[in-house]
């Protein structure tokens, strides 16, 4: 974050003569140069006499101090919470630190001065805000989790007229995320299978190509299980064709159900390296074209027709009379069966005493059942799982507010990953959790009643249980990541920083710093307080602003994480792009802290 290189920026007005502005390089912070005094001179001289001139007002010189390994050791763990830090671990900081800064071997230096100190904090790779292995248990059933979902995969643009290809599916899983979609039509002449969104002017890529893609491509984010979720308008004769296909690919990497209705979902420990198919059984098909005449005054959305998922769809009548017997290598391969609900929502989320299932709900609907079925959609959900995907009018792949379904537990937020804007930051800041291994274990108030056995309810006045300090040092590392003139072509930016709850609604909130003007290293040495009711379920949002008096406010980089997730202490927050690229140099110094 800090610059080694010092000089000035010039600025051209009107052609006719130049502004000068100085690159201020940044200098540590009173909280950092305190911290390094206090675990450096609590073993080494005199600490009393160091107490004496902190309080004093003075600050003493740092140029010959060094922090040691155990010293380094000891601010980790009792500064940053890293209670598991050993003295390899801060050996190894050090000799990495040294060799960035100074190219010094082992043991030609054995500690770090306060510069080094300062630059150790400001590496988002050393010093990062999140744990970057997977910490939470991974032993219990599918439905306990969060799953990182996406929708029309195959997708590469808006809803109606992209292109369809595998490179979506390859970055989604690069990514992280662990539910693929696929969307399967017979091709003009009926023989061979294609992946498109249907009734559309997309253009098709062959089942094929996405298989052999995510078989290749499944675990190199995460060991964890990829499911397919296949939304089939195939007849039984393609549908053995599928079967045929996704067998010989996936080999034995495809997990196959010992029965065919599971009591219980299999943990993704169990399933490590699996690939897992979900999609109505055949048989289905003939049930939902028998009752498509059933009125939809009851069903889930009014809207349906206009909201919903191919997946959702009845198929045409052709299709529907070659497929009355269904395909058994078709269904053999079905891990979790799926399907929306017929006639009434309230007795749909009931689910089966012995079986379990995955039900497709829209985001409307979803947010109609959380309206008048919260309690029933929260219980469902503690055995059963649930997919929301967008309103069937998102033509340009935008996305919608996900914190709804995960409140009430909902495990598939299927969202359109080549999208853009806050909710699809929230999705990705959502899933930075848990080593980003795409499981996200839900919170056992989500799984349980309380004690006065009542389920959970995010719409309930609750008391605040914890509360969240943020502080906002500085940030740095723009004028790498942009052109000099990106964000004003007369002077250096103007940046500030929004900071945003978001999670139930008692809990959602928003702050912001001052504006630092014509600066591009911005110092604002602001905290700010969140009281907290269900910490739990909160993300925070970090957007970095330059203000602009005459157009809107241009963007300078975002961060999201799960408030949950925080590691406590002086933390480097790495910035992203609108699309959830992490930007080379961009970032923050921050300081959070939870009491």
Same mark, same amino acid.
């Not at 919470?81 to 990495?96: F, G, H, L, R, Y």
């Not at 997309?202 to 990829?226: D, G, Q």
């Not at 029965?259 to 055949?282: G, M, N, V, W, Y």
């Not at 250096?492 to 290293?521: L, Q, R």
């Given at each position: 974050?800090?610059s080694?290189d010092?000089?000035?920026?010039n600025y051209k007005?009107f052609?006719?003569?130049n502004?000068k502005?100085k690159i201020t390089?940044?200098e540590p912070?009173?909280?950092?140069?305190e911290a390094?005094?206090?675990?450096? $001179?609590?073993?080494s001289?005199?600490h009393?006499?160091a107490?004496?001139?902190?309080?004093s007002?003075?600050l003493?010189?740092?140029?010959?101090?060094l922090?040691?390994v155990?010293?380094?050791?000891r601010?980790?763990?009792?500064h940053?919470?890293q209670?598991?830090?050993?003295?390899?671990?801060?050996?190894k900081i050090?000799?990495?630190i040294?060799?960035r800064r100074?190219?010094l071997?082992?043991?030609?230096?054995h500690?770090?001065d306060?510069?080094?100190?300062?630059h150790f904090l400001c590496?988002?790779?050393l010093?990062?805000p999140?744990?970057?292995q997977?910490?939470?248990?991974m032993?219990?059933p599918?439905s306990?989790?969060?799953i990182?979902?996406g929708h029309n +995969?195959?997708?590469?643009?808006?809803?109606?007229s992209?292109?369809?290809?595998?490179v979506p599916?390859?970055r989604?899983?690069q990514?992280?995320v662990r539910?693929?979609?696929?969307d399967?039509w017979?091709?003009s002449?009926?023989?061979?299978?294609?992946?498109?969104? %249907?009734?559309t002017?997309?253009?098709?890529?062959?089942l094929?190509k996405?298989?052999k893609?995510?078989k290749?491509?499944a675990?190199?984010?995460?060991?964890?299980?990829?499911?397919?979720t296949?939304?089939d308008h195939?007849?039984s004769d393609?549908?053995s064709?599928?079967?045929?296909m996704?067998?010989?690919?996936?080999g034995d990497?495809?997990?196959?159900? $010992?029965?065919?209705?599971?009591?219980?979902?299999? +943990?993704?420990?169990?399933?490590?390296h699996r690939?897992?198919?979900?999609?109505k059984?055949?048989?289905?098909?003939?049930e939902?074209?028998?009752?498509?005449?059933?009125?939809e005054?009851?069903s889930?959305?009014?809207?349906e027709? /206009?909201?919903?998922?191919p997946?959702?769809?009845e198929?045409?009548?052709s299709?529907?009379k070659?497929s009355?017997q269904?395909s058994p290598e078709?269904?053999?391969m079905?891990t979790?069966h799926a %399907?929306?609900?017929?006639?009434?929502?309230k007795?749909?989320?009931?689910?089966g005493?012995n079986?379990v299932r995955r039900?497709?709900?829209s985001e409307?609907?979803l947010?109609k059942?959380?309206?008048?079925h919260?309690?029933d959609v929260v219980?469902f959900?503690q055995?059963n799982?649930?997919r929301v995907?967008?309103?069937g009018?998102?033509?340009? +792949?935008?996305?919608?507010?996900p914190?709804?379904?995960?409140?009430h537990?909902?495990?598939?937020i299927?969202?359109n990953?080549? %999208?853009y804007?806050k909710?699809l930051w929230?999705?990705?800041g959502m899933?930075k959790?848990?080593?980003g291994?795409g499981y996200?274990?839900k919170p056992?108030f989500?799984?349980c009643k309380d004690?006065?056995?009542?389920?959970?309810?995010?719409?309930?006045?609750s008391v605040?249980?914890?509360t969240l300090?943020?502080?906002?040092y500085?940030?740095d590392g723009w004028r790498l990541d942009f052109?000099?003139?990106?964000?004003d072509a007369?002077s250096p930016?103007?940046?500030?920083?929004k900071i945003?709850?978001?999670?139930?609604?008692?809990?959602?909130?928003?702050?912001?710093t001052k504006?630092i003007?014509d600066?591009?290293t911005?110092?604002w040495?602001?905290?700010?307080?969140?009281?907290?009711t269900?910490?739990?379920?909160a993300l925070?949002?970090i957007?970095v602003r330059?203000y602009?008096m005459s157009?809107?406010d241009?963007f300078?980089?975002q961060?999201?994480?799960p408030? +949950? $997730?925080?590691q406590?202490?002086?933390r480097?927050?790495?910035l992203?792009d609108k699309?959830g690229?992490?930007?080379? /140099?961009?970032?923050?110094?921050?300081?959070?802290q939870?009491?």
């Amino acid at each position: 974050m800090t610059s080694e290189d010092t000089g000035s920026y010039n600025y051209k007005m009107f052609n006719f003569f130049n502004r000068k502005f100085k690159i201020t390089e940044l200098e540590p912070p009173l909280d950092v140069r305190e911290a390094f005094m206090t675990f450096t $001179e609590q073993i080494s001289h005199d600490h009393d006499n160091a107490l004496k001139r902190k309080k004093s007002g003075g600050l003493i010189s740092h140029s010959h101090v060094l922090m040691t390994v155990d010293q380094l050791r000891r601010f980790l763990v009792f500064h940053q919470d890293q209670v598991d830090c050993t003295p390899s671990d801060a050996e190894k900081i050090i000799e990495q630190i040294l060799n960035r800064r100074h190219h010094l071997k082992k043991y030609t230096r054995h500690g770090l001065d306060l510069d080094d100190f300062f630059h150790f904090l400001c590496y988002d790779d050393l010093n990062g805000p999140l744990l970057n292995q997977v910490h939470h248990d991974m032993t219990a059933p599918l439905s306990n989790y969060f799953i990182y979902t996406g929708h029309n +995969s195959y997708l590469t643009g808006n809803q109606l007229s992209s292109d369809c290809s595998e490179v979506p599916i390859i970055r989604a899983l690069q990514r992280g995320v662990r539910v693929i979609e696929l969307d399967l039509w017979p091709n003009s002449s009926k023989d061979e299978v294609h992946v498109l969104h %249907g009734r559309t002017l997309t253009t098709p890529v062959s089942l094929i190509k996405c298989l052999k893609s995510i078989k290749e491509y499944a675990f190199v984010s995460s060991p964890y299980p990829v499911i397919i979720t296949l939304e089939d308008h195939l007849t039984s004769d393609l549908q053995s064709k599928v079967a045929e296909m996704v067998t010989q690919t996936f080999g034995d990497l495809l997990y196959y159900p $010992e029965s065919d209705c599971l009591a219980e979902f299999p +943990s993704p420990e169990t399933l490590k390296h699996r690939i897992i198919i979900s999609t109505k059984p055949p048989k289905e098909y003939l049930e939902v074209a028998s009752s498509s005449n059933i009125a939809e005054t009851n069903s889930v959305d009014a809207d349906e027709k /206009s909201d919903s998922d191919p997946e959702d769809e009845e198929c045409n009548d052709s299709d529907q009379k070659s497929s009355q017997q269904g395909s058994p290598e078709y269904k053999r391969m079905i891990t979790i069966h799926a %399907g929306k609900p017929k006639g009434a929502l309230k007795d749909a989320l009931k689910g089966g005493a012995n079986k379990v299932r995955r039900l497709s709900l829209s985001e409307q609907a979803l947010e109609k059942a959380a309206t008048s079925h919260g309690n029933d959609v929260v219980r469902f959900t503690q055995r059963n799982i649930i997919r929301v995907y967008p309103k069937g009018t998102r033509f340009n +792949s935008s996305n919608y507010n996900p914190q709804i379904g995960w409140m009430h537990g909902a495990q598939m937020i299927a969202f359109n990953m080549q %999208g853009y804007g806050k909710s699809l930051w929230l999705m990705h800041g959502m899933f930075k959790a848990n080593g980003g291994c795409g499981y996200v274990k839900k919170p056992d108030f989500l799984m349980c009643k309380d004690p006065d056995n009542e389920l959970f309810d995010p719409k309930k006045a609750s008391v605040v249980t914890k509360t969240l300090k943020v502080k906002v040092y500085m940030g740095d590392g723009w004028r790498l990541d942009f052109s000099h003139t990106h964000f004003d072509a007369y002077s250096p930016p103007d940046f500030y920083t929004k900071i945003h709850i978001v999670g139930v609604p008692a809990d959602c909130a928003k702050k912001k710093t001052k504006i630092i003007e014509d600066n591009w290293t911005p110092v604002w040495d602001e905290e700010f307080t969140f009281p907290l009711t269900t910490p739990d379920l909160a993300l925070l949002l970090i957007e970095v602003r330059e203000y602009d008096m005459s157009e809107k406010d241009d963007f300078g980089g975002q961060a999201c994480f799960p408030v +949950s $997730e925080i590691q406590p202490g002086i933390r480097s927050v790495p910035l992203y792009d609108k699309k959830g690229e992490k930007l080379k /140099s961009s970032r923050l110094l921050m300081r959070f802290q939870m009491v």
